[in-house]
């Protein structure tokens, strides 16, 4: 979920993220702060690593620990892989840290505003090294040999809203940074991070108007140039750039003029929907971890009836957090706050049969889902007596994403990010024929989750300043909060292929003898 949906549920002493609860790629929230001419820790936001990264529960009540620290993953990936096993994890890390450092550098920090943006030569060097036409699945299933680990290494696919079955096999990035970089979570709640920034925005003269809806942006007569907003109280409020953070498809059909291009959007494929539980219990619930999974026995048939058929899985795999693991001030003393999303097919109201609508009765499925969640919870961890111990619910389902957030069809993660709905081929970060409006969030370039669309922040404010013709207060070189070499030592100067004089000898002389054992042996079998 992008930042419109970040937000915390407060019951109580009992605090909830309604939205993202963990914190992956670091270096762009970093990034963030530093380009605003400040650090995190200056800020008050104190990231907690969570450890282990996650607990896998299976339907046969088997039990995986996911952790960024490799000796916890090596007996981990062996008991299920055998000893070549590791080395094969380790190709996969490889090859997820080439589509990390692919993405972040050629993607989250660029622009697509046309097709011809897709034809720089410095992305079509290496975009052939990268898995964009294979699945998820297929590019794990290269490396693990097992269906247990495979599953393992793909449910991350949840966090963009597709199956891992059809999203692309870059997308193992996400594994990559959870294993490599570590899952954090803000002392607090992730608004934290969001409090922030307001914060530093008001040090810098931002006025923020809350509980103020937006009815509509104002545009000129000619309805060629965005001149404010009107507030749905009446006010209107002059502005010389419009930035729209609501969900894209629904600025596009709600807030501005209807076209046939917000028609168009309307019907682009979104991401799955949830139904998401926060429940305060009166007691510690000690068989969760901070990130609990707990995976469909019919895994594939599972993300079928999200995707496919737009409808709730008899058996979905669903996503457990227990923020008071890593942070106490989560809950009061010896109890716990526990939140629940379980994916479910987006609404769809389309007549064609197909997937969930607001006329469905929702309290049934709600109470059907509730009991199959405690359920396997209880039969896969031990857990005893989970109904008794819910001392108040709340609970959000696709009805409540739409109508609450106004995303489209309920979708939690904006339009689904497919390979159709990326780079050019993604709504752009401006209208396309009025002047003055600009667009952030999930379902805008470069796409869903904070970190994501931190980074397209950041590629919609360059190109605001560039349209201002104003210069930009960060330096274009390289990412901030990254230490520069220090080139003072002989050390630290990077050689390639630099070998000493004696190394350098036995080459030569093994290029010219196995040249004359070549010339040697094609004589006799020619000559």
């Known amino acids: ?14 605090r909830f993220d309604q939205g993202p609860s963990l914190l992956l790629i670091p270096e762009l929230f970093h990034e963030t702060f530093a380009d605003l001419d400040t650090t995190m820790i200056d800020e008050g936001v104190e990231l907690l690593q969570c450890s282990p990264n996650y607990q896998i529960f299976f339907h046969d009540n088997e039990k995986m620990i996911l952790s960024s620290d490799l000796a916890q993953m090596k007996p981990e990936i062996e008991k299920w892989e055998g000893k070549d096993g590791f080395e094969r994890y380790l190709a996969f890390l490889a090859e997820g840290h080439r589509h990390y450092e692919f993405s972040v550098g050629k993607v989250l920090r660029r622009n697509f505003p046309s097709i011809w943006s897709m034809m720089r030569p410095s992305l079509l060097k290496d975009i052939f090294g990268v898995a964009i036409v294979s699945s998820l699945y297929t590019r794990a299933s290269r490396y693990f040999w097992t269906d247990r680990l495979r599953r393992c290494f793909t449910f991350g696919s949840m966090y963009l ?18 294993l490599a970089e570590g899952i954090w979570y803000p002392r607090g709640g992730f608004h934290k991070v969001v409090d922030a920034i307001v914060s530093i925005g008001k040090r810098m003269g931002v006025d923020y108007q809350l509980n103020s809806p937006v009815a509509s942006i104002l545009l000129s007569e000619d309805e060629k140039q965005a001149v404010g907003v009107v507030l749905q109280s009446g006010r209107h409020i002059q502005a010389d750039v419009v930035l729209v953070n609501a969900d894209l498809v629904y600025a596009y059909n709600n807030l501005l003029p209807e076209t046939k291009y917000s028609r168009k959007l309307a019907k682009r494929p979104v991401s799955c929907s949830s139904i998401s539980f926060y429940w305060s219990m009166n007691r510690t619930i000690g068989e969760l971890s901070a990130h609990n999974i707990f995976l469909a026995e019919d895994y594939r048939e599972s993300f079928d009836d999200i995707f496919d058929e737009l409808k709730m899985p008899d058996e979905p795999s669903f996503y457990v957090h227990a923020p008071a693991r890593i942070d106490p001030t989560a809950a009061p003393e010896g109890k716990d706050s526990i939140v629940v999303l379980v994916p479910t097919g987006h609404l769809n109201e389309g007549g064609n049969g197909k997937g969930l609508s607001g006329t469905d009765d929702w309290d049934r499925i709600v109470n059907r889902v509730r009991d199959l969640v405690i359920n396997t919870i209880e039969k896969r961890t031990g857990a005893r007596n989970l109904k008794e111990a819910i001392a108040s619910e709340r609970v959000n389902t696709p009805i409540t994403w739409q109508e609450r957030f106004n995303v489209e069809k309920g979708g939690i993660l904006g339009l689904s990010l497919d390979f159709w709905n990326a780079l050019a081929f993604r709504p752009k970060t401006k209208h396309s024929t009025i002047s003055g409006v600009y667009f952030v969030g999930a379902s805008t370039h470069p796409g869903t989750g904070v970190p994501v669309c931190l980074a397209g922040a950041k590629i919609t404010t360059e190109q605001i300043l560039d349209d201002l013709k104003v210069g930009k207060p960060w ?16 050390l630290d100067i990077e050689r390639i292929g630099s070998t000493s004089g004696m190394e350098t000898w036995q080459r030569v002389f093994w290029a010219v003898f196995l040249g004359c054992l070549i010339t040697f042996v094609m004589q006799r079998m020619f000559g």
Request: aromatic fraction near 8%; hydrophobic fraction near 30%.
């Open 475 to 490: 330096s274009p070189a390289a990412p901030p909060n990254l230490r520069a070499k220090q080139m003072g030592s002989s």
């Open 1 to 14: 979920m992008d930042l419109s949906r970040c937000s915390l549920i407060y019951d109580g002493e009992h």
């Open 161 to 178: 809203g597709m199956s891992p079955y059809a999203a692309p096999g870059i997308y193992s990035l996400l594994q990559y940074t959870e």
